[in-house]
């Protein structure tokens, strides 16, 4: 069976206008009585049930009324426009024609008043609004819920409702764009030193063992025979798992200065947009802080939702604070890689030397414009030139004889 729709909450009313006009009409009757003047019997009965009989009346005509927001999609990218509609419906008793409701929509902050549209008369029963809004900066936003508001002609009292459950949740994605390469060679300054290409996966084929099934492991890697068996779905493990794809590295350290989150949202979108620019040619790992271990987006780009909702909720973690100091990814555990590794830091990073000697392969350094010394990313000695941009910043190619300053310069954002 399906659930019954919740009940439109009680309205809440505000009726201080109403009041005032009755107690005048209370204070005038009684004039009226004190010096026996008899026309001011009228407008003093007249003032004291309108004070009374307003309120009533806009609190049963907002009784079972309500208006819901619905959004067409639960993601959404940076900037780019999001629709929706609201649903208005009022409740069994309209206001004739007089008084409004009024729709109050805090995403888009527009108020649209409906008179005739939900008119007891003359309008129907419901209404729909259109509404569109875009997103400046990527997350996790919590929508409060529209707010609809009916009042008298005299705005004497006015009713508000707002839909049972609270607001919505919507996803905020990074912005992506195409990676700017910046040297002739383009990508093949991230070749192994054998000579193949980081951005193709190694076509490994020594079988490793055997190891429970993960999301987004392409068909060619499942032991059907296990599966055949009942034993459920089991990968092959291969001996070079990924070593030869190139790794995306996000450092979410930030110094403790104001306008610190536009670096960290600036080395999500460029983190984003290498992931995306690799994964469709050949796959790559990304390695978010707080993992252990990498995620692997093939050229299918099964994996690549996922990692991409992780990427919109990535926080920034202050550096230079009192007491324990943040830590940076786990690299540890990515000693013996021959892929290269693109390390994406939203601030300058002290002994990034040590960090990168882990690996095997080519290093690329991608930092944001803002936090570059002189034309370079701070803690590189020596001139040295750009080999790609994105999303607002610069990666710089750490080929031999390139060494890093211990530690590196740190620059306060104003």
């Not at 780019?80 to 409740?91: D, H, K, M, Q, T």
């Not at 990527?138 to 819920?145: D, K």
């Not at 092959?236 to 979410?252: E, F, K």
């Amino acid at each position: 069976m399906r659930p019954a729709p919740a009940a439109p909450p009680a309205p809440r009313l505000s009726a201080a206008r109403a009041a005032a006009v009755a107690v005048c009409g209370c204070l005038l009757g009684l004039v009226a009585f004190i010096f026996d003047a008899a026309p001011l019997f009228v407008p003093a009965v007249g003032m004291a049930l309108l004070g009374v009989l307003a309120p009533a009346w806009v609190w049963l005509a907002a009784r079972g009324a309500v208006a819901e927001r619905r959004l067409d999609a639960e993601r959404v990218v940076e900037l780019e426009p999001l629709e929706g509609r609201i649903a208005v419906r009022r409740g069994w008793l309209g206001l004739g024609g007089w008084g409004s409701f009024r729709v109050t929509d805090p995403l888009t902050g527009t108020a649209v008043e409906l008179r005739d549209q939900l008119s007891l008369l003359r309008g129907g029963r419901g209404a729909a609004l259109r509404v569109v809004a875009r997103f400046e900066r990527r997350g996790l936003h919590r929508l409060a819920p529209p707010v609809l508001t009916v009042a008298d002609p005299l705005e004497l009292a006015h009713a508000q409702t707002a839909p049972a459950g609270g607001g919505q949740e919507l996803l905020v994605l990074p912005a992506t764009e195409p990676v700017r390469w910046l040297r002739a060679d383009r990508a093949r300054g991230l070749r192994l030193p054998d000579g193949r290409d980081g951005s193709e996966a190694l076509a490994a084929v020594d079988l490793d063992g055997l190891r429970p099934y993960r999301p987004g492991t392409p068909a060619s890697r499942i032991h059907w025979p296990a599966l055949a068996r009942g034993a459920g779905l089991i990968e092959r493990r291969l001996q070079a798992d990924g070593d030869s794809r190139p790794l995306v590295v996000l450092d979410s350290r930030l110094p403790a200065a104001s306008g610190a989150g536009a670096l960290l949202d600036a080395a999500v979108r460029a983190a984003a947009s290498l992931v995306l620019e690799l994964a469709r040619g050949g796959g790559c790992g990304l390695l978010l802080p707080g993992e252990l271990r990498a995620t692997v987006v093939d050229r299918d780009l099964i994996a690549w939702p996922a990692a991409y909702a992780r990427l919109a909720v990535v926080e920034g973690a202050v550096t230079g604070t009192s007491g324990d100091r943040a830590r940076g990814p786990a690299l540890a555990g990515m000693r013996g890689r021959s892929g290269a590794i693109i390390y994406v830091a939203a601030s300058p990073v002290q002994r990034l030397g040590a960090l990168l000697a882990t690996a095997g392969g080519p290093a690329v350094l991608v930092v944001p414009d803002d936090v570059l010394v002189a034309g370079r990313p701070p803690g590189v000695r020596g001139p040295i030139k750009p080999a790609l941009a994105v999303s607002g910043c610069q990666g710089y190619l750490l080929g031999a004889g390139r060494s890093l300053d211990r530690p590196a310069v740190q620059r306060t954002v104003a």
